[in-house]
């Protein structure tokens, strides 16, 4: 898959077959999306183009206060839209000046005289552009001055299985981790680096790996998980603890905290992808430090076999 950073570095394209939207995640609904889009490349022998965003328009027009929470970061969608067999990605840079450009425009300035696009595939309900103007209706008109194709996509294609971003942030936030899983088709992911702690874990015999996160990547509310941990393209089997640590912290600072299997390596400063393979209890204040020990080493048989029966990722 080619990735185009700038809208002036794309190359010519034969025939494109174009879909418009933010794809975060990259969950069933937009997979069934994807698979039509490249259904009909092939019928007309043209190429597939995922058109998106980059930063998310919500942070170029709020950048204080624009209350995302993203499924997926990018990196991350970029590897799964290659792996589904997408030809060329367009990472369009979005900045408030561009937020100004009317529907009509964009079609006319990027689709058509930068893309020369072929075939235009968009949702019933799909709008865009500035103000949301951009619908089927114009660009069914504008088609017919620019002679490309429009295509609109089936709405059971868009609600697969009842899929939506939407559902899997709640699910994620609900800490329902298998049903987030369900809708996503992989598991649900996110990505930080390893920085140093208080250190109390290797006193109890539970050494973690304390997570920085980015402020916008959507995460579960508090609780104990069983998750597998890429690092450097190794895989380790683990169990974290999303929260404030109730039983040996008092000053209520929300931390994501990893304990690796079998695992004694110094990855201060390295990057982690974290995949959350279920939930298993919600936080909870203990009446001491050793009732806590016994209830971790609980959580580590129960992740371990929740492990065991769950496939590898990568």
């Given amino acids: ?49 995922v058109f998106t965003f980059h930063p998310h328009p919500r942070i170029a027009l709020n950048p204080d206060d624009h209350g995302l929470e993203l499924i997926q970061p990018m990196d991350e969608r970029i590897k799964k839209l290659e792996s589904l067999g997408i030809d060329h990605l367009i990472l369009c840079p979005f900045t408030k000046e561009f937020s100004q450009i009317s529907a009509t425009e964009f079609v006319n300035m990027i689709l058509v005289s930068k893309i020369n696009i072929h075939t235009m595939t968009i949702g019933y309900n799909h709008h865009f552009g500035r103000n949301r103007e951009g619908s089927l209706e114009l660009l069914q ?27 899997i942030r709640e699910a994620v936030k609900d800490g329902n981790i298998e049903l987030a899983n369900r809708y996503l088709g992989a598991p649900f992911s996110f990505k930080g680096v390893v920085v140093e702690g208080d250190k109390i874990g ?3 015999g539970f050494p973690t790996a304390n997570i920085l996160i980015d402020k916008i990547q959507l995460m579960p509310a508090s609780g104990v998980f069983a998750v597998r941990v890429n690092l450097k393209g ?35 400063g390295q990057e982690l992808v974290v995949y959350l393979i279920d939930k298993i209890r919600a936080e909870q204040n203990f009446k001491s430090v050793d009732v806590l020990k016994e209830q971790l080493k609980k959580d580590e048989i129960t992740s371990r076999h929740i492990l065991v029966l769950h496939p590898v990722v990568a």
């Avoid at 380790?236 to 929300?254: H, L, V």
């Fill in 1 to 49: 898959m080619k990735v185009y950073h700038a809208l002036e570095n794309i190359p010519p394209i034969h025939r494109p077959v174009l879909t418009l939207g933010t794809f975060d995640g990259v969950h069933l609904g937009h997979q069934s999306i994807l698979n039509h889009l490249k259904k009909t490349a092939e019928t007309i022998g043209g190429e597939t183009v």
């Fill in 141 to 167: 008109e504008l088609s017919k001055v620019h002679q490309f194709n429009v295509e609109e996509i089936p709405a059971f294609l868009e609600s697969e299985k009842s899929v939506s971003s939407t559902k």
């Fill in 202 to 204: 290797n006193t109890i």
């Fill in 234 to 268: 190794k895989l380790f089997d683990g169990m974290m603890n999303i929260g404030n640590r109730p039983t040996i912290s008092k000053n209520g600072e929300r931390r994501v905290e990893i304990n690796l299997f079998d695992f004694s390596q110094n990855i201060y």
